[in-house]
C-alpha cells in the first residue's frame, strides 16, 4: 500500500541552526514527491517538487530536498532556519494507480526559537 | 498571478442539510482536486477530476459526496447530507498536468452543527 511518513510531528530548532523535516514514502510505482508549507490559517504552499529529473531539488525560501530512492527518503533541508519559518509542513506524493492520486503525509510542525 | 479561489471562506450548516462549497481553478488548468483537513488533522484526498469525469477517488469519497464542473470555470463538491464528522476545512486544487505542481486554494471551513 502506498504511504507517506514524516518522522517527528513537531521539530524545534533555533533561528540560525539547521532545520531536517524526515519524510518517507512508500510506493509501488515511481513517484511524483513534493513538500507544501501550510502557515496558521492560511491554504497549502507549494514548497518544492521531484518529478524524476535532478535528485536534489531547490525551492523557495532557501529550502531544498534531496530524492533518495535506496532509502525511499525525500527529505527537507535548510542550512540556516528564520523565525518566519515556523509553520506546518507536508510531505506528498503523487502516484498513477490508475488515475493520480495523492497522499499526504501527517505534517511536522517546525518550531523556530530566537 | 493566478490563483485558486474558494466560496465561502466559512459555512456553517446543520446536520442532514446539503452544502455546496464552491470553487475557481486557474483557467488553463485541466485537472482538480478536493481534498479535506480535518482540525489538527493530515491533509486527506477526496477526489480527481478530468475531462468532465472522476479520475480517481478515495474511500472518503462515498455516495454522499459529488463533484461538478458545471460551466466551464467553477469546480464544486457538494455534500449531500451532511454529519457532524464532516466539518473540516476543504481544500480545491488544480494542475496543469495529472502530475504537475498542484495550486491550492484558500480553503472552506465547513461546520456542522
Known amino acids: 500500500a502506498q504511504s507517506v511518513t514524516q518522522l517527528g510531528s513537531h521539530v524545534s530548532v533555533s533561528e540560525g541552526a539547521l532545520v531536517l523535516l524526515r519524510c518517507n514514502y512508500s510506493?509501488?510505482?515511481?513517484?511524483?514527491l513534493f513538500w507544501y508549507v501550510q502557515y496558521p490559517n492560511q491554504g497549502l504552499q507549494l514548497l518544492l517538487k521531484?518529478?524524476?529529473?535532478?535528485?536534489l531539488v531547490k525551492g523557495i525560501n532557501g529550502f531544498e530536498a534531496e530524492f533518495k530512492k535506496s532509502e525511499t527518503s525525500f527529505h527537507l533541508t535548510k542550512p540556516s532556519a528564520h523565525m518566519s519559518d515556523a509553520a506546518e509542513y507536508f510531505c506528498?506524493?503523487?502516484?498513477?494507480?490508475?488515475?493520480?492520486?495523492?497522499?499526504f503525509g501527517a505534517g511536522t510542525r517546525l518550531f523556530v526559537k530566537a | 498571478e493566478p490563483e485558486v479561489t474558494q466560496t465561502p471562506s466559512h459555512q456553517v450548516t446543520q446536520m442532514g442539510q446539503e452544502v455546496i462549497l464552491r470553487c475557481v481553478p486557474i483557467?488553463?488548468?485541466?485537472?482538480f482536486y478536493w481534498y479535506r483537513q480535518i482540525l489538527g488533522q493530515k491533509v486527506e484526498f477526496l477526489v480527481s477530476?478530468?475531462?468532465?469525469?472522476?479520475?480517481?477517488k478515495s474511500e472518503i469519497f462515498d455516495d454522499q459526496f459529488s463533484v461538478e464542473r458545471p460551466d466551464g470555470s467553477n469546480f464544486t463538491l457538494k455534500i449531500r447530507s451532511t454529519k457532524l464528522e464532516d466539518s473540516a476545512m476543504y481544500f480545491c486544487?488544480?494542475?496543469?498536468?495529472?502530475?504537475?505542481?498542484?495550486?491550492f486554494g484558500p480553503g472552506t471551513r465547513l461546520t456542522v452543527l
Open positions: 486544487a488544480s494542475s496543469l498536468q495529472d502530475t504537475d505542481t498542484q495550486y
Open positions: 510506493s509501488s510505482v515511481p513517484p511524483y
Open positions: 521531484y518529478t524524476s529529473a535532478a535528485t
Open positions: 506528498a506524493v503523487t502516484l498513477n494507480t490508475g488515475g493520480f492520486k495523492t497522499i
Open positions: 483557467s488553463n488548468h485541466l485537472y
Open positions: 477530476f478530468y475531462n468532465n469525469e472522476i479520475s480517481e
